[in-house]
């Protein structure tokens, strides 16, 4: 494999952390107003995530500078171009991280229900935006000779974005329901399931319109079909399984055939761009491509030593947070948010 | 609208902002983990009731300093596309290493920490406190490595999009980063320490807080403070000494010398006028720029018209010296704050070494409270010097600002102005709220027994 191409796996993978982790993140926050209903029920929704949320956000941002790094040229056309967007976008995760450390410092009911209401939006907004942008990314969006976007605001919000930002919301509130159905208890656990299953439901409905959506305007046009339909195919599979066992109650399992629908979908859209990584639909010569937007192989192989290092041993002290804090959160604790 | 301007107005106002929290997670992380040390070391709860008590001023601020964080990594994409396209072979790897290295490691840790009281051993829980103060100081040095670029290009050759990455160690060691990491690593310890004295003089001044607890945090304060202080100003004369030689545009314009000296004069205080190239009312003592450029009172000092000239013959026809008013007045604001919390620190060392608590001098320990903004005076005033005085160079000597912003056909003026004003109304909103919030956590510290207060 060329540097190149590894790179683009790595972007990949990078992505798939974040749409895992920073997955159920949102899904938590979109769904706190709703499942709790007194204060104390939503700070216990809230400290589920409490310890866990900021090192999952860094799986953007090291997504975000990875990008930056190994393909500066599909940073700089991406977040010039989806420039409203991204702002919209930044205004939810500043709200949404300071909520979470500001909304249980006063005690006021309008203090705090402003907070929750942020912290709904500064989780739904992300998630939603993320997935219009990755489903444009991959239909191709206008791109001129120099590498610019040139499709304006309103251009991004095509009906086959908006259904991949659909996907997103739902797919992440079923993640984020199955992880409070792990990690809650006082009978929220029960709720929590119910709502996984519910958005079990809506997430098949919306995933098959969108796999259908998506024959035509992406996947009819990938150059690697093949990988891309076994990794989806995989997501199916997953989701599938996924509710055979919200039916069976086994929601651990529930939630890494989730967790595995994530990836699939994630790794088989960009499989389907791949060796693209921003076609152009003014004119598929004008496409950013892994050789054309990527970094030098000096930048390129040195980002490789870091990460081969660093990414392993991220992945290990993560994985001693999450077994550090694997009490499930009653009502009845001690709070810190 | 100009988009440039409307950009450039948009990075320096969120970058400062996003500056005013850095430097207190910086320094007062690390204040807190040597706390945290020694309740495990001696048991005392005193140094645990401090830890926590201080912890509640670093987590706000500390929240307030990621979601700011957040923006500066898109910044680049955002508004200065072309800048991107231009430096993204040299600027996006030390970003890259950043993240890896630096902020999976803060923002894990801090999240263990925070949640981790009751669930980890004093020791395992103070070392949680060590990482995350390590990734935050980690952060800083690898955003300088990325900054020093933009200072003093080394390690690179040029390609067809711009900067090619040669030899990623001698990006890394650029020169410059080895004065700016430790100007301001203690620049963050004086933050921290003149944050806590700061509110624990509000507190002296309410009667409110555990009186030893407060008694203690100022006394480690001091020290840290005094430590930060002296060694801020030492690597900073150095550093002026080095910017002597590299980016002489900017120290000439950080002087106002508007023209070569041998020897050359300091200006204490100087109204530049560019205009005229002239200062008005100029107080400055003889061959005392020379000393501090070169160590010694008969060295030549090359001003505006010469260093003009000269970039002129080097980069062809162009304006290359930066504003000098700004530039002059935010060196000066700098070095006079610097100059100001040295002494202030010294007269608290004196009253601590004599057993004086500041409880029984009011005056000073209102001047204390008013004094907690004299380092972030020093921090945004050193960075606009930093970034107004290498104009009109985005990269010195190879890109300007001009050439650096999203071209106008991508990003129009009306959405940079969008987002320069969304952006910074939540920003100075937020900063407001997080203010708010430590003052409330102050009034909510229990009132000290007439006993105790005396």
Redesign the interface.
């Given at each position: 494999m060329d540097l190149k191409t590894l790179w683009f796996v790595l972007i990949t993978v990078l992505f798939i952390g974040f749409f895992f982790l920073e997955g159920f993140d949102y899904g938590v926050g979109m769904l706190m107003p709703f499942l709790g209903k007194r204060d104390e029920e939503r700070r216990a929704i809230l400290?589920t995530i409490?310890?866990?949320?900021?090192?999952n956000?860094?799986w953007?941002?090291?997504a975000?500078?990875?990008?930056?790094?190994?393909f500066?040229?599909w940073?700089?056309?991406?977040?010039?171009?989806f420039?409203?967007p991204?702002?919209l976008m930044?205004?939810a995760?500043?709200?949404r991280?300071?909520g979470?450390?500001?909304r249980s410092?006063?005690e006021s009911e309008g203090w705090r229900n402003t907070w929750d209401w942020l912290i709904w939006l500064g989780s739904l907004l992300p998630a939603l935006l993320w997935g219009v942008a990755i489903a444009n990314i991959v239909r191709g969006v206008p791109i001129d000779a120099?590498?610019?976007?040139?499709g304006g605001f309103f251009n991004l919000l095509n009906p086959y974005a908006l259904l991949g930002g659909i996907t997103f919301v739902v797919l992440f509130l079923m993640h984020g329901a199955t992880y409070l159905a792990l990690k809650l208890t006082n009978g929220l656990e029960k709720q929590a399931k119910q709502i996984a299953s519910r958005m079990w439901v809506a997430t098949l409905v919306v995933a098959v319109v969108f796999l259908v959506y998506s024959y035509p305007e992406v996947l009819s046009k990938a150059q690697y079909l093949g990988i891309s339909l076994v990794f989806l195919g995989i997501a199916v599979v997953a989701l599938l399984a996924d509710g055979y066992f919200l039916k069976q109650g086994d929601m651990l399992k529930a939630f890494w055939a989730g967790g595995v629908t994530i990836l699939g979908v994630t790794a088989g859209f960009f499989a389907a761009l791949y060796p693209n990584v921003m076609p152009s639909s003014t004119n598929p010569a004008y496409s950013l491509t892994i050789y054309n937007a990527s970094?030098?192989p000096?930048?390129l192989k040195?980002?490789t030593m870091?990460?081969l290092v660093?990414?392993p041993i991220?992945l290990v002290?993560?994985g001693w947070?999450y077994y550090?804090?694997r009490q499930r959160i009653s009502t009845k604790d001690e709070m810190?948010y | 609208m100009n988009p440039l301007v409307l950009a450039r107005w948009q990075f320096a106002i969120l970058t400062i902002i996003h500056f005013f929290f850095v430097p207190l997670t910086l320094g007062i992380s690390i204040l807190l983990a040597i706390m945290e040390t020694a309740y495990v070391r001696t048991g005392k709860e005193v140094y645990r009731d401090a830890v926590k008590f201080w912890s509640k001023v670093f987590l706000i601020n500390f929240a307030l300093g990621v979601v700011s964080g957040i923006v500066q990594e898109f910044q680049f994409g955002l508004n200065w596309s072309e800048y991107a396209r231009f430096m993204g072979d040299i600027f996006g790897a030390p970003l890259a290493v950043e993240a890896l290295l630096a902020f999976y490691l803060e923002s894990t840790f801090v999240g263990v920490w925070i949640f981790g009281w009751d669930k980890l051993s004093p020791k395992v829980h103070a070392t949680v406190l060590w990482l995350t103060a390590i990734g935050s100081n980690l952060s800083a040095i690898w955003i300088l490595i990325a900054n020093s670029f933009m200072q003093r290009p080394t390690g690179y050759t040029m390609g067809e999009h711009g900067v090619i990455m040669k030899n990623f160690a001698e990006v890394a060691t650029n020169t410059n980063v080895l004065y700016q990491f430790p100007h301001v690593f203690f620049a963050g310890m004086t933050t921290a320490a003149f944050v806590v004295i700061g509110l624990s003089a509000y507190l002296y001044l309410i009667k409110r807080g555990d009186k030893a607890m407060l008694d203690l945090s100022v006394r480690w304060a001091t020290i840290y403070g005094l430590i930060g202080v002296i060694l801020v100003m030492t690597v900073g004369h150095f550093q002026g000494q080095f910017l002597v030689r590299e980016q002489p545009s900017k120290m000439a314009a950080a002087e106002a010398l508007w023209h070569s000296e041998q020897p050359a004069h300091f200006s204490f205080f100087a109204i530049p006028d560019e205009q005229t190239q002239t200062n008005r009312l100029d107080i400055r003592v003889p061959a005392l720029l020379s000393y501090l450029s070169y160590g010694d009172f008969h060295s030549k000092v090359e001003g505006i018209d010469e260093v003009q000239k000269k970039m002129e013959a080097k980069y062809g026809p162009g304006d290359y010296i930066p504003p000098v008013g700004v530039t002059y007045w935010s060196f000066r604001l700098m070095v006079y704050s610097g100059g100001l919390m040295l002494l202030l620190l010294l007269y608290l060392w004196y009253l601590n070494s004599k057993g004086i608590s500041m409880a029984e001098k009011p005056w000073f320990a209102k001047l204390m409270v008013w004094s907690i903004l004299l380092p972030y005076l020093a921090s945004s005033t050193g960075w606009m010097m930093a970034e107004i005085g290498r104009q009109p160079w985005v990269v010195y000597g190879l890109l300007k600002t001009k050439d650096g912003v999203s071209p106008a056909s991508v990003v129009s003026g009306g959405e940079v102005l969008f987002s320069l004003l969304s952006l910074g109304v939540v920003y100075i909103v937020l900063t407001y709220v997080g203010v708010k919030l430590v003052v409330k956590h102050l009034h909510a510290a229990p009132a000290q027994t007439p006993a105790a207060a005396d």
């Open positions: 400290n409490g310890p866990f949320w900021d090192g956000e860094v953007m941002i090291t975000g500078g990875a990008l930056f790094a190994s500066p040229q940073y700089a056309t991406l977040f010039s171009g420039y409203i991204l702002v930044l205004l995760l500043i709200f991280g300071v979470f450390e500001f410092k006063e120099n590498m610019n976007y040139t970094a030098s000096t930048t040195i980002m870091v990460a660093l990414v991220v002290y993560q947070t550090t804090f810190t | -």
